[in-house]
T-cell receptor, first 113, second 111 residues
Framework: EAQVTQNPRYLITVTGKKLTVTCSQN?????MSWYRQDPGLGLRQIYY???????DKGDVPEGYKVSRKEKRNFPLILESPSPNQTSLYFC????????????FGPGTRLLVL | AQSVTQLDSQVPVFEEAPVELRCNYS??????LFWYVQYPNQGLQLLLK??????LVKGINGFEAEFNKSQTSFHLRKPSVHISDTAEYFC?????????FGKGTMLLVSP
């Protein structure tokens, strides 16, 4: 089954404790991205990757890091989480950054205390 | 830069009534346009997209949208909604490599 998986699905952590949210896709897609969803703000893109070892900032990259060492994986790293990063995070992948349908993971709900 | 405006944050409607969810965009380059739907506690899935060609685009679950270049709009419509259409709907535009979403419209269908 074609899918995007994210782990963990739910996470509670404390300010400053580094965390990683994993994202994996099994569709051989080149394009992957991370979004955060906040009430009243819709989805905002954090980072995206056009291919292995190619990443770029989206609209709200501050406080986040990403890496793309393999085509299938695109982890999101919060080196020092803060309460304003409490949000619902989605990973997505696509075969074509411009016109392709984006396939979204189920989401990771993060609470930073 | 590109932006998307969804004019209504909530649209309440009765079952079997028609509905239109409005979306306007701005961009300095040619764009592709999308509507995504998010059911409660789920990720987003594509409803329909406009890339080129006919300005009337049909999607899944009986939805359609019309691209209007002169009015920079891409409104979503359905002639008769069901309870199961209750969800949040997002309009999105891609101009360069980044996909920009609107803030979403919550469609609330009641019996």
């Amino acid at each position: 089954e074609a899918q995007v998986t994210q782990n963990p699905r739910y996470l509670i952590t404390v300010t400053g404790k580094k965390l990683t949210v994993t994202c994996s896709q099994n569709m051989n897609h080149e394009y992957m991205s991370w979004y955060r969803q906040d009430p009243g703000l819709g989805l905002r893109q954090i980072y995206y990757s056009m291919n292995v070892e190619v990443t770029d900032k989206g609209d709200v990259p501050e406080g986040y890091k990403v890496s793309r060492k393999e085509k299938r994986n695109f982890p999101l790293i919060l080196e020092s989480p803060s309460p304003n990063q409490t949000s619902l995070y989605f990973c997505a992948s696509s075969s074509d950054s411009g016109t392709g349908t984006q396939y979204f993971g189920p989401g990771t709900r993060l609470l930073v205390l | 830069a590109q932006s998307v405006t969804q004019l209504d944050s909530q649209v309440p409607v009765f079952e079997e009534a028609p509905v239109e969810l409005r979306c306007n965009y701005s961009s300095s380059v040619s764009v592709y346009l999308f509507w995504y739907v998010q059911y409660p506690n789920q990720g987003l899935q594509l409803l329909l997209k406009y890339l080129s060609g006919s300005t009337l685009v049909k999607g899944i679950n009986g939805f359609e949208a019309e691209f209007n270049k002169s009015q920079t709009s891409f409104h979503l419509r359905k002639p008769s909604v069901h309870i199961s259409d209750t969800a949040e709907y997002f309009c999105a535009v891609i101009g360069y490599s980044t996909l920009t979403f609107g803030k979403g419209t919550m469609l609330l269908v009641s019996p």
